[in-house]
């Protein structure tokens, strides 16, 4: 298995050719392989469209302190993708990515913070503090 030609394969949209890639990598803990095997998941290339098991990996790649994973963890919170919409959950991951360097999870946040009350955001800003990768 072999990440680079993974990728090469899915930029030509040969999906299948990719996950045979990613699989065994992301199964092995790659955090590239497992955003991307998550991305697959949720956008259904290849595969069918499943937004739990997109969160599954995305979870895993996040635990690693991958930021994009993080990032698509509280777009799938703020949009309910998989999950029920869950703004306090969304602003803790948003709150996360943007911690380890990703650059669009400060903009989602700020969004995020129209809509919510100050209790709301207190409580979301408590968890991204408190919150600690789950060992496997």
Same mark, same amino acid.
């Given at each position: 298995?072999?990440?680079? $030609? ?9 999906? /299948? ?6 699989? &065994?990598?992301? =199964? @092995?803990?790659?955090?590239?392989? @497992?955003?991307?095997? !998550?991305?697959?998941? =949720?956008?259904?290339?290849?595969? &069918?469209?499943?937004? *739990? ?5 995305? =979870?895993?790649?996040?635990?690693? !302190? ?16 998989? $999950?029920?919409?869950?703004? $306090? @959950? ?5 709150? #996360?990515?943007?911690?380890? !360097? ?10 995020? *913070?129209?809509?919510? *009350?100050?209790?709301? #955001? /207190? =409580?979301? @800003? ?8 789950? *060992?496997?």
């Amino acid at each position: 298995a072999d990440f680079k $030609v993974g990728m090469d394969a899915y930029n030509r949209g040969d999906f /299948a050719a990719a996950l045979r890639e990613w699989r &065994p990598l992301a =199964e @092995q803990g790659d955090a590239n392989a @497992q955003f991307y095997l !998550g991305l697959s998941y =949720e956008n259904g290339d290849g595969i &069918p469209r499943d937004y *739990t098991k997109a969160r599954q990996w995305y =979870e895993k790649a996040a635990a690693q !302190g991958y930021a994009k994973a993080q990032l698509y963890l509280g777009m799938q919170s703020s949009f309910g993708q998989g $999950v029920p919409v869950d703004l $306090v @959950q969304a602003y803790m991951w948003y709150s #996360i990515a943007a911690g380890n !360097g990703n650059m669009h999870a400060p903009g989602y946040r700020n969004d995020l *913070t129209r809509q919510m *009350t100050p209790a709301q #955001i /207190a =409580e979301a @800003q408590k968890r991204a503090r408190e919150w600690k990768p789950k *060992t496997p």
